[in-house]
């Protein structure tokens, strides 16, 4: 996938607001599904299906822990979203 394939993909994960409202929720602290659930006031089986797709956009990684599944933002890809959105809005007048 190519920078600009990556970067739209992102944009298009990021344009439902639960999926913004999780990743503000994870920025602070890894949570796991049953926690996101009762923060956003929506069922597990939504966040989860959520967390599905920002996995498969690399911006929500998954570590084990126990019986639970805790997640937490791939600082990484988020850093790598902002320098591409700083880019492509980035304007100069001629």
């Known amino acids: ?28 602290r890894s ?17 989860s299906q959520h967390l599905r797709i920002l996995r498969d956009a690399d911006l929500v990684l998954a570590d084990k822990k126990g019986y639970f599944v805790h997640y ?7 850093a790598r979203l902002k320098q591409d959105a700083d880019r492509l809005l980035q304007f100069e007048e001629a």
């Open 1 to 28: 996938m190519t920078d600009i394939g990556r970067t739209a993909r992102a944009f298009k994960v990021l344009s439902v607001e639960t999926r913004v409202q999780m990743i503000e929720l994870l920025k602070s």
């Open 72 to 78: 937490r933002v791939n600082a990484q890809a988020l």
């Open 31 to 47: 949570l796991c599904v049953n926690a996101l659930a009762k923060s956003l006031g929506i069922t597990s089986a939504a966040v």
